[in-house]
């Protein structure tokens, strides 16, 4: 049985898109609860993406210097694979969070998206775990920096789901226990990849951190990744 969400739903009323802003289309997606702000990295008749979601401070921070989640975007989007970046409504709430994350894979469906990876970095790991159980779509989910509370929804998402877990082992904010704990809470198959001497941003991962979560996504959504150069 799913990881119970609540509230249970939301009404969506309709979406909003602004003017390209460079590589990414500011969206806003109405309900009856608020808006809820995303930034997409659209790629014409994409049938995968890849959705990302930040901590508990809300906003569009990243990990990796406030690099990665960018960054990611474009690699991914230059692999035929479409980005959204989602901001909370309520960054305190844990459930409206997930719910956020399941709008954007609403929205993204209804642009003819059929397969996902969520990434979320510290507090956005139990966002992604939580939303990655309630919903059939989701092929791997992407564990920066977890937080563990939250965390054991990832023991209920689907088979067919992969796990990637990702920590730095100087994580000034939450140790590596906390990833550590998610990881052997998921389903096979899965990954636990820990940075010697990284703090809780991974801003020490550099090339290493973007290609070993560009790659997993790639794989993981049966698309051929290339080299940089």
């Known amino acids: 049985m799913a990881y119970d969400i609540q509230p249970v739903e939301l ?3 309709g979406a909003r898109r602004g003017d390209s802003r460079g590589a990414y289309e500011p969206v806003t997606v109405e309900t009856d609860r608020g808006g809820i702000e995303m930034r997409l990295y659209g790629v014409p ?5 890849a959705v990302f979601v930040g901590g508990e401070g809300g906003g569009w921070d990243s990990p990796g210097r406030n690099r990665l989640f960018p960054d990611l975007c474009t690699d991914l989007q230059a692999l035929g694979i479409a980005g959204l970046r989602v901001r909370y409504r309520n960054p305190n709430d844990l459930s409206d969070c997930a719910l956020d994350l399941l709008t954007g894979l609403h929205f993204l469906a209804g642009d003819g998206v059929e397969i996902a990876a969520l990434i979320g970095h510290s507090y956005g790991g139990a966002v992604v775990a939580q939303a990655a159980a309630n919903s059939d779509g989701v092929r791997s989910v992407v564990l920066i920096s977890t937080q563990s509370h939250g965390i054991e929804a990832i023991a209920q998402v689907r088979s067919c789901c992969s796990t990637l ?3 730095g082992t100087a994580d000034e904010v939450l140790p590596p226990e906390c990833s550590t704990y998610a990881y052997d809470l998921a389903p096979e198959p899965k990954r636990l990849s820990l940075y010697e001497g990284a703090h ?4 020490e991962g550099g090339v290493r951190l973007r290609r070993e979560v560009c790659d997993w996504i790639a794989g993981e959504l049966g698309v051929k990744s290339q080299p940089y150069g």
């Open 45 to 49: 008749e994409a049938r995968a993406a």
């Open 11 to 13: 009404m969506i009323q």
């Open 165 to 167: 877990v990702i920590h």
């Open 200 to 203: 809780h941003g991974l801003d």
